[in-house]
């Protein structure tokens, strides 16, 4: 069994990697339907993901959505993600003024006044669209980011991956690893990203209507360090082109009762999410099993319609 995973684990760095080299002779826009197909293959290969990704859909929006819109959006949100790795590979392959041209930068107003502050910032949205690029333009303005990452289960894959985001202006950092070097950049007025939309058994506050599974590590340490939060989605607008908008702004307050402070940020982490997700619900990664940990029961669409 181990053989068969260092076996599978190497085809899958060999893909990768000629990928990368494939995709420098393609023109960006050709790369990405290379990408929105791989996402289909996906699904076709996973029937389970696409079973989750329908069953979430199904507790997110219940009766308000048609069946039909729910499959729309099951499929396109494979597509979606399909283009990930293919747009982190273009982009770091073109020059600056392409990076200015491609990438509009509505949050920057916010991000600098936080700054200020002087008390670093924690930038946070969910898998919604392309969340990295955006670190590349901000390099350019002379701004560094830091981003929790997880790491794949092969180490050469994370090698590479993680040479990628530095190319495109991303100091990664593992979600692993100690506290430490983020409570560091922070000190030092630095960005921090996270992504905080997965399943979690932390804390369980509303998400979509639920009482959900959350992660508390973003609340924890805003509060710890009096950082404050911007929440933000990279969204693709045509394709090859992002606006990386503001959700507003939290400032971490203190009330002593840490447990209570807790669940008040991390309730309203949940509802910028949620506010992010319902403007283009197509780009979120609907196939991860998000409500894995809230046991929830829900009536599933009938099997024709999807």
């Given at each position: 069994?181990?053989?068969?995973?260092?076996?599978?684990?190497?085809?899958?760095?060999?893909f990768l990697r000629g990928m990368m080299f494939a995709l420098r002779l393609i023109p960006y826009n050709s790369s990405l339907a290379i990408g929105r197909a791989l996402g289909n293959l996906m699904r076709f290969t996973s029937k389970k993901r696409y079973r989750i990704a329908l069953r979430n859909l199904d507790i997110?929006?219940?009766?308000?959505?048609?069946?039909?819109?729910?499959?729309?959006?099951?499929?396109?949100?494979?597509?979606?993600?399909?283009?990930?790795?293919?747009?982190?590979?273009?982009?770091?392959?073109?020059?600056?003024?392409?990076?200015?041209?491609?990438?509009?930068?509505?949050?920057?107003?916010?991000?600098?006044?936080?700054?200020?502050?002087?008390?670093?910032?924690?930038?946070?949205?969910?898998?919604?669209?392309?969340?990295?690029?955006?670190?590349?333009?901000?390099?350019?303005?002379?701004?560094?980011?830091?981003?929790?990452?997880?790491?794949?289960?092969?180490?050469?894959?994370?090698?590479?991956?993680?040479?990628?985001?530095?190319?495109?202006?991303?100091?990664?950092?593992?979600?692993?690893?100690?506290?430490?070097?983020?409570?560091?950049?922070?000190?030092?007025?630095?960005?921090?990203?996270?992504?905080?939309?997965?399943?979690?058994?932390?804390?369980?506050?509303?998400?979509?209507?639920?009482?959900?599974?959350?992660?508390?590590?973003?609340?924890?340490?805003?509060?710890?360090?009096?950082?404050?939060?911007?929440?933000?989605?990279?969204?693709?607008?045509?394709?090859?082109?992002?606006?990386?908008?503001?959700?507003?702004?939290?400032?971490?307050?203190?009330?002593?009762?840490?447990?209570?402070?807790?669940?008040?940020?991390?309730?309203?982490?949940?509802?910028?999410?949620?506010?992010?997700?319902?403007?283009?619900?197509?780009?979120?990664?609907?196939?991860?099993?998000?409500?894995?940990?809230?046991?929830?029961?829900?009536?599933?669409?009938?099997?024709?319609?999807?």
């Amino acid at each position: 069994m181990e053989r068969r995973k260092a076996i599978l684990r190497a085809i899958g760095r060999g893909f990768l990697r000629g990928m990368m080299f494939a995709l420098r002779l393609i023109p960006y826009n050709s790369s990405l339907a290379i990408g929105r197909a791989l996402g289909n293959l996906m699904r076709f290969t996973s029937k389970k993901r696409y079973r989750i990704a329908l069953r979430n859909l199904d507790i997110a929006y219940g009766d308000t959505m048609s069946q039909e819109e729910k499959v729309r959006i099951a499929k396109e949100s494979f597509r979606q993600f399909g283009m990930f790795p293919v747009e982190s590979i273009k982009f770091s392959q073109i020059p600056p003024e392409e990076v200015e041209e491609r990438i509009e930068m509505q949050l920057y107003d916010d991000l600098t006044r936080l700054l200020k502050m002087n008390k670093g910032c924690l930038m946070l949205t969910g898998h919604l669209g392309n969340f990295e690029l955006g670190a590349k333009w901000l390099k350019l303005h002379h701004h560094d980011l830091y981003a929790l990452m997880r790491e794949a289960r092969d180490k050469g894959t994370t090698e590479i991956m993680n040479d990628l985001r530095k190319k495109n202006g991303i100091t990664p950092i593992s979600i692993r690893g100690s506290i430490k070097s983020i409570l560091q950049a922070l000190k030092r007025n630095q960005i921090i990203a996270i992504i905080c939309d997965q399943n979690a058994s932390d804390v369980y506050v509303p998400f979509f209507g639920h009482m959900t599974g959350t992660a508390d590590g973003p609340a924890r340490i805003s509060l710890k360090m009096s950082a404050p939060i911007l929440f933000f989605a990279g969204y693709r607008t045509k394709p090859g082109y992002y606006r990386y908008q503001s959700f507003g702004t939290l400032l971490p307050e203190s009330t002593g009762d840490e447990k209570a402070d807790i669940i008040r940020i991390t309730t309203e982490i949940n509802a910028k999410l949620e506010e992010m997700i319902r403007e283009h619900p197509e780009q979120w990664l609907w196939f991860h099993n998000r409500w894995k940990s809230s046991n929830i029961e829900v009536t599933p669409m009938n099997e024709a319609a999807r």
